[in-house]
């Protein structure tokens, strides 16, 4: 078992295992080269509810022929019961918007605790499909929204009412029918705060567990309402979908900026969630045994990750000659000596001098899936209290050196170049979206968000080289008192000081800063797949596919859903 | 209306940050407002006394050590809020207790300082004791103490209305006694001219939370009103060039 003792002596000390360094996992690109794996809070959030068996139904299904109405799902989970409430409004297409501004959607959703009566139903339907322009009350803990594909979902709906399966082909190039585009929990328009949901829903005690849970029901609300809609189209020749095909159609999102502060303002989290995906790597590295059958199984992922990748398809240059090369990378690992793999750490070296960082990211997510043994406990530890407390008795020549230390990459920066503190990040007046700006062009650059850590280290260094030369006995406490604008990032450093990971390595105020690559890192750990970058500012994604459906629950289960292939049809 | 906790603690944030407090102030600033009602302590109506003075602290000079050795400093805070400055104090309170078992601060010059509980409970988490008293003029003189116990995760807070006379320079001072030796614990003495004198433990703060994380929390709209509008200074106007800079 493993308990935050052994991960601690995990971490330092004389029996630590060996971690890949800062400066390696947090550099920006690599983050956002980052791939779902078993630690992704989807497949921990699944592994639950089919271990623990809950029990989903329909307790009301209110839906016209064309599939515009009410449904509530019934959740029994092992602490629990909780309503999932669905709102499904007519949309017309030149209403559909997946940006944050939009109004109106097709659906709209509301995750509740407890059974909900006629009351609180009503109550949900004035506020729910309004989503920001809506309250609701802390009964209710998530929010969300989801749009139609527009190409997907009437055709699945017509070749189902014509007796006909979707062309696996079609839905290989989208793997959805709808897309969320917002989903909202902790405590926001009046909803249950995320210490609320911590303490009184064990079911859904762990980080984004709930909001992951919301769109694991849209996708499968999305599957029941286009064999609805299909069956009341033509009852004489519906024909229900195929189960395999079923479960290769996922659930779409649509990830802009609001994500990417997320990031830099919770990097006590981060770096939980980091250090336990590098922990498990770690313990694969040192004690993965090696013999037929995990061999048989690493080649076997090896051919699976080359086809999903080959499957993934995007408009976007850049990441379309990022998947050619994991391809080929892994290709030539399939047909090469180091198939034959003698130890997992010397594969994972071998692959920093010779992959790309996609290849070598996806290489850490085949080395989980191999040793759940190794790896799934760590899952219970990904919560963590988010304090950055200030050291006060530090001296200030100590805080120096840690700076030193570990900022050496932001004092590498050289922040006098041209364009290097360029783009600035704000809030705009409209629904306080979160956007980026270039500093030499528009104006509010005072007014924005504190994410440039590297720059802010920078200028605290410089102050307390000055400080230091002046007051070498002070501690932190009274250069605090000394330099009080400097509080909030002295803080953070010697908070993250005190962490393996943490800060991302990389200037968020550059002109050529990549957000996409903050947006890539969190739906990894999420658990996407089939990354497709709209632009520099977007992501598009599908979540859940090859996931178990509903109807799956209660039967055999081998947690086998990584990088789903397309069935065969 | 009825607000959670989250969305108490954001707005504050950019009411703050609106206000020109610095980045690790106006976090701070937030927690403390949102501690003190979450823990039942009426911190929405000390924000609603502190919110008309919020934005004249930036015009202020930074707090001064005026007097300092190794146990103790007294530190002039120039009326600032203890919003913005007694984070800090405490801090100090701290390292000089971690290094020599025990130490006194004194800030003059200080407003609203029942927002120290935040940062006694952060000491107090960390495994130092510490206690402060304060005295407020109202239409008389009140007194207030409130104590945390090393590793204890909530303080205790008394307070009590007095008949006392002061000269007036004491009305705006604090003292913090802080240890990593001893266990403080305060209450007021139930002394001639102390009346409506009230203690709340360490317990009962601990159950007010409870009944904040449970239902949230009740604001009235002027109030939310104030803190959006305030806080909308941080938002940046919308316009055809800036929306290309959305996700």
């Known amino acids: 078992m493993t308990t935050s003792a052994t991960i601690r002596a995990a971490l330092r000390g004389s029996n630590a295992l060996p971690l890949r360094s800062p400066d390696l996992v947090m550099n920006l690109e690599r983050l956002g080269s980052m791939h779902q794996s078993r630690l992704s809070f989807m497949r921990i959030l699944v592994r639950r509810i089919m271990r623990e068996r809950w029990q989903i139904s329909a307790s009301l299904v209110d839906l016209d022929h064309e599939g515009y109405g009410t449904f509530v799902y019934r959740i029994k989970a092992s602490h629990g019961v909780f309503s999932f409430v669905i709102f499904s409004n007519y949309l017309s297409s030149d209403e559909r918007n997946d940006r944050v501004i939009a109004t109106k959607w097709d659906l709209t959703m509301a995750l509740v605790e407890g059974e909900v009566d006629s009351v609180y139903l009503e109550r949900l339907r004035q506020n729910v499909p309004k989503q920001e322009a809506g309250r609701v009350d802390s009964r209710v803990f998530v929010l969300s929204r989801a749009n139609r594909s527009a190409r997907n979902f009437d055709y699945v709906v017509d070749q189902l009412a014509s007796g006909k399966q979707p062309d696996i082909e079609k839905i290989t190039d989208i793997g959805y029918l709808y897309r969320t585009t917002a989903v909202y929990g902790s405590g926001k328009l009046g909803m249950a705060d995320w210490e609320k949901v911590k303490h009184n829903w064990p079911d859904f005690e762990r980080p984004f567990s709930a909001e992951m849970f919301v769109c694991f029901m849209i996708r499968n609300f999305s599957l029941f309402q286009a064999e609805h809609i299909a069956q009341h189209k033509s009852a004489t020749t519906f024909t229900p979908m195929d189960v395999n095909i079923k479960r290769y159609f996922g659930i779409g999102n649509s990830t802009g900026l609001g994500m990417a502060p997320y990031l830099v303002n919770h990097p006590v989290l981060i770096n939980q969630w980091i250090t336990m995906r590098e922990l498990g790597l770690a313990r694969v590295r040192t004690l993965g045994y090696i013999d037929h059958r995990v061999q048989r199984h690493f080649e076997e992922l090896l051919s699976r990750c080359i086809q999903h990748t080959q499957e993934t398809k995007t408009e976007d240059e850049w990441q379309t000659q990022n998947n050619l090369q994991v391809v080929k990378e892994l290709s030539a690992l399939q047909s090469s000596e180091h198939q034959q793999v003698s130890s997992w750490d010397s594969l994972m070296s071998w692959s920093e001098a010779h992959c790309s960082l996609q290849t070598q990211e996806l290489l850490v997510s085949i080395l989980l899936e191999l040793y759940p043994e190794l790896v799934d406990d760590l899952e219970d530890h990904h919560c963590e209290e988010e304090f950055l407390d200030l050291d006060p008795v530090m001296p200030v020549q100590t805080l120096k050196e840690v700076i030193e230390q570990s900022y050496r990459w932001a004092l590498d920066i050289d922040f006098t170049k041209e364009g290097a503190k360029e783009t600035f990040w704000y809030r705009s007046e409209d629904k306080m979206e979160p956007r980026l700006g270039n500093a030499e062009k528009e104006q509010g650059k005072s007014k924005q968000m504190a994410l440039g850590v590297g720059y802010a280290v920078r200028k605290c260094y410089d102050q307390l080289c000055a400080y230091v030369a002046e007051n070498p006995e002070h501690t932190t406490a009274r250069f605090m008192v000394a330099a009080p604008k400097l509080r909030g990032i002295v803080r953070r450093i010697q908070s993250m000081n005190r962490c393996m990971y943490g800060d991302i390595q990389g200037n968020l105020l550059d002109r050529n800063v990549l957000p996409m690559h903050l947006l890539r890192a969190k739906l990894a750990f999420f658990g996407v797949s089939k990354f497709d970058p709209r632009s520099k500012l977007w992501v598009r994604n599908t979540m859940y596919q090859g996931a178990p459906l509903l109807e799956d629950i209660g039967g055999t289960f081998n947690d086998d859903w990584f990088m789903p292939l397309a069935p065969k049809q | ?247």
């Open chain 2, 1 to 247: 209306m009825h607000i959670s906790m989250n969305e108490l603690k954001s707005a504050l944030q950019r009411c703050f940050q609106a206000s020109e407090y610095f980045v690790g102030n106006y976090e701070d600033a937030s927690n403390m407002v949102l501690w003190l009602e979450k823990h039942g302590l009426d911190g929405l109506q000390e924000l609603l006394n502190a919110l008309p003075y919020i934005k004249i602290d930036s015009d202020k000079p930074l707090s001064t050590v005026i007097y300092e050795d190794k146990t103790s400093a007294v530190i002039n805070s120039h009326g600032r809020s203890a919003l913005n400055c007694i984070a800090a104090a405490v801090d100090l309170a701290h390292a000089k207790a971690l290094e020599t078992g025990i130490a006194t601060i004194t800030v003059h010059n200080c407003h609203n300082r029942k927002f120290i509980l935040k940062a006694l409970t952060d000491c107090g988490r960390r495994g130092i004791s510490v206690v402060a008293y304060w005295k407020n003029q109202g239409s008389s003189v009140t007194e207030h103490t409130a104590a945390i116990k090393a590793n204890a995760r909530y303080p205790s807070y008394s307070q009590a209305l007095t008949n006392l006379h002061t000269d007036g320079d004491d009305l705006q001072s604090l003292t913090i006694v802080c240890s990593s030796r001893v266990d403080l614990t305060s209450s007021l003495q139930n002394s001639y001219g102390n009346r409506k004198a009230y203690h709340i433990s360490a317990r009962q703060v601990e159950e007010n939370k409870t009944q904040s994380v449970n239902q949230g929390i009740d604001i009235t709209e002027a109030l939310w009103e104030d803190i959006n509008r305030i806080g909308a200074g941080i938002l940046v106007e919308n316009s055809l060039l800036s929306s290309l800079g959305a996700g």
